[in-house]
């Protein structure tokens, strides 16, 4: 073999012009068979897997970088290029990967090895990046995830820097569909200034939808200290955001009165009522005032326009508030909104804004009635013929509380609860004698009754006033005394009567003489001597909230369930193991 490879070269090398030919073409076919040898060698050859600091040794080279994703950016200019921008770091430097075509993405905080060349252009150098196999990962690189609660992190945040954290809260802001970077805060409140805590989230890549503001969100990212704003931020994706369907955004009505605070709720759903005038062009819903606001309908208002007139008529309008730059005004806009129609003429009216929309129209006219939705302000007890009550605009206290005096048709069976909704037919009048508008309750449709409030001992009397009436929960001991029920505080002399209900179970021997969670309606009396007022539990016994018979209190000390009566699906009850001695 030796002897014949040389024999080659020989005729390839030697002066014979009859072989010059020859020897060109021979030549030529080697040079194109090391070429090809060449490029095959660099197809199939690993890439080398380097360290980001060593990125400027490979310009225009194939490599592959390990470390951590830590952000990264759908069509991050918003062209409509198929293109991820990934942030990944390694330790010894930070690299953006710009993934053309590119596959699924795993959650920030995995460890992920990128492929791709090596690109420097005017002093940047970043990884190019083409098809769904140029970013890895297994199993077993996705991140440990710690659950905590925002106070966890205010309690000391930098333990938690670098680290992929999930947090549960109500975010700040509405976030529009195609924001690729946006900031909000998430509060452990859906009421932003009832927020005890706040964590900023600087949030990437686009949700794809709309994140309405006071959502109660899940969300999952790496918590970084931003040195120029001087404050922690937890950075997260878009499209990762878990939206709780469950909870229900309270949609802020608009008042006509305070115009300069509209923008406050750019971008969010909002109501508001007021007189809609409708022509083939324009809408517009106009205040008591005169101002006005464009409305902006779908086609389904239209055409429910075009079937029985809506022009001139007290509306209420559901829509997204966004600013028009063709208007040069605010507009709400159905088209936006997540409700399919601008008005939907079965949706009561809403107190405050059937009031604050024609106020002198509606007592200038005491026969015409309205459907309105509203709150209970305090209890009213049944059995008293139209009694006076009170109607507010939300089911608990918040600042610019509207409250409306109201006379409610009796006598009535049941409590009407503090904070609960009502659905009633009413009609405006004015009250001479009080110099004020008075509702007149024709009938009415309740809401669910309200959570029982939960007392503290501590809060002592001043505070309990305030649940005066109202269902209430509160921990002690029952004992017998001077002929009658007392609940005692633990290890103290603090007491209130107890007026229990029939067959109470929270005297009998399987609950006496143990501290235990009782509920019943707070009343305020006289003393027996009627020189001061004294606290009751009327209609009192333990809670127990599966109505098994054994009471939440001594369930959770027995280890059975308080949300089933028969925790073992056995068909026997806890209350009938427990009396038989099985638990």
């Not at 080279?61 to 991050?76: A, H, M, N, Q, Y």
């Not at 909230?545 to 209190?553: A, E, K, M, P, R």
């Amino acid at each position: 073999m030796a002897d014949a490879v040389k024999g080659l070269m020989d005729k390839i090398t030697n002066d014979d012009p009859e072989t010059r030919g020859q020897q060109l073409w021979v030549m030529f076919a080697l040079a194109m068979f090391l070429v090809a040898t060449l490029n095959w060698y660099a197809y199939v050859r690993e890439p080398e897997v380097i360290e980001v600091r060593q990125l400027l040794e490979y310009k225009n080279e194939v490599v592959k970088v390990e470390g951590t994703l830590i952000s990264w950016v759908e069509d991050p200019y918003a062209s409509g290029d198929d293109r991820v921008d990934a942030i990944i770091d390694d330790g010894t430097g930070v690299v953006e990967s710009r993934w053309y075509r590119p596959g699924d993405m795993p959650p920030i905080g995995t460890t992920v090895t990128v492929m791709g060349d090596v690109i420097e252009y005017d002093g940047r150098i970043w990884i190019q990046s083409l098809g769904a196999g140029a970013m890895e990962w297994t199993s077993s690189d996705l991140p440990d995830v710690e659950v905590l609660a925002i106070a966890d992190i205010a309690q000391d945040p930098a333990s938690y820097v670098g680290e992929v954290i999930q947090l549960t809260g109500f975010i700040s802001k509405s976030i529009t569909p195609d924001a690729t970077f946006t900031s909000a805060y998430l509060g452990d409140h859906p009421n932003y200034g009832n927020s005890e805590h706040q964590m900023h989230l600087i949030i990437r890549s686009a949700k794809g939808e709309w994140i309405e503001a006071t959502s109660k969100v899940e969300v999952q990212g790496i918590l970084t200290y931003q040195q120029r704003d001087l404050r922690w931020s937890l950075q997260v994706q878009g499209p990762e955001i878990l939206v709780d369907r469950n909870h229900i955004v309270n949609i802020p009505q608009l008042d006509w009165n305070a115009q300069a605070t509209w923008s406050y709720q750019s971008g969010q759903t909002v109501t508001m009522t007021g007189v809609l005038t409708t022509t083939s062009e324009d809408w517009a819903l106009y205040g008591p005032s005169g101002t006005s606001i464009c409305v902006l309908p779908t086609d389904e208002d239209r055409q429910a326009d075009a079937t029985e007139s809506m022009h001139n008529t007290l509306q209420t309008v559901e829509g997204r508030l966004l600013w028009s730059e063709t208007k040069a005004g605010w507009c709400i806009d159905a088209n936006e909104g997540t409700s399919p129609a601008l008005v939907n003429p079965e949706t009561p009216i809403n107190l405050l804004a059937m009031l604050s929309a024609d106020p002198v129209g509606m007592v200038a006219d005491p026969d015409t009635t309205y459907t309105l939705s509203a709150y209970i302000k305090y209890a009213v007890e049944p059995g008293v013929e139209n009694e006076e009550a009170y109607f507010v605009d939300s089911a608990s206290y918040s600042p610019g509380w509207t409250t409306v005096a109201v006379i409610v048709p009796g006598p009535r069976s049941a409590w009407l609860e503090s904070g609960q909704n009502i659905i009633a037919n009413v009609s405006v009048g004015w009250d001479d004698e009080d110099m004020r508008i008075r509702l007149t309750v024709h009938d009415y449709t309740l809401g669910a009754v309200p959570s029982a409030r939960t007392l503290l001992w501590d809060d002592g009397a001043t505070q309990w006033s305030y649940a005066r009436d109202q269902n209430v929960l509160l921990n002690g001991r029952a004992e017998f005394t001077d002929n009658q029920w007392l609940l005692f505080r633990d290890g103290s002399n603090e007491s209130v009567a107890l007026n229990l209900q029939g067959q109470a179970i929270g005297v009998d021997e399987y609950h006496a003489n143990q501290s235990m969670t009782w509920a019943g309606r707070l009343r305020q009396v006289q003393s027996d001597d009627g020189m001061s007022l004294v606290y009751t539990l009327d209609q009192a016994d333990v809670l127990d909230s599966d109505g098994d018979g054994l009471g939440d209190t001594l369930e959770q000390n027995i280890g059975t369930s308080t949300t089933s009566e028969d925790t073992d699906d056995d068909g026997e009850t806890d209350r009938e193991e427990h009396v038989n001695g099985q638990t």
